[in-house]
């Protein structure tokens, strides 16, 4: 399963990052201190770390810890709206720069990113037959396949997590766009476009909808 690692102090920073990954295909953890993180290193699957730096020094500590390991993964940081540090200092094309007040969309792109290319992916076995790939963004059921949209891969990804049960629609909207917005119309849209390409390989309709409540995954779908 792909990982990330949030090296920060800031409970309710932790618990934004991770809210904001629900149904990325990305798990993050949390380490509040230097200990806790090595530790996260050493016992976990990280694919990428982000660190909660407000100056060049958090970095540098950061990028200790990751080597401390003997791990070689990427490295993101969050960074303070008005922090006085030269960007340039941090390792070219190793590190991305999220500057506060955070856009959780970018927060979620990027992290979806870093952690495919440090070669994590997460395959889900869906109903019917179907294995989710989130790493190529493909849905495959036997010798047949076909591509996703990222969105389309972050709704499986949301239903898959729910194992059945249902997800109402206002997470849904939450979850995949990283937002409040009441535009079910996206959604709806989303849905059937995942439908229709679950029909062009032969898969059973898997995802129900269940009027004024939300969607699940149908668990008696057949798989053959």
Known sequence: ???????????????????????SGVDVAVAKDTDAATRALVTMRVDAVIADALWPEDVTEA?????????DVPLAVIAGEATRWNRWRLPRGAVQVFRRPLDLREVRQALQLLV???GGTRELQLPGGVVLDSGTDTITRGEHSAVLTGREVQVLSTLASAQGAVVPTDEMLH?????????????????RAIRAKLA???APDIIQNLPRRGYRLRTDAPAG
């Not at 800031?10 to 934004?16: E, K, R, V």
């Not at 990028?63 to 791990?71: D, K």
Request: charge should be positive; aromatic fraction near 2%.
């Open 200 to 202: 062009s390989i032969g």
């Open 1 to 23: 399963m792909a990982g990330a690692l949030l090296i920060t102090a800031d409970t309710s920073l932790g618990s934004l990052v991770k809210s904001a990954m629900s149904g």
């Open 175 to 191: 979850r995949v766009w990283a937002t409040e917005t009441r535009n079910t119309d996206a959604l709806r849209t989303h849905i």
């Open 63 to 71: 990028r200790r810890i990751i080597a401390s390991t003997g791990r």
């Open 116 to 118: 495919r290319g440090s």
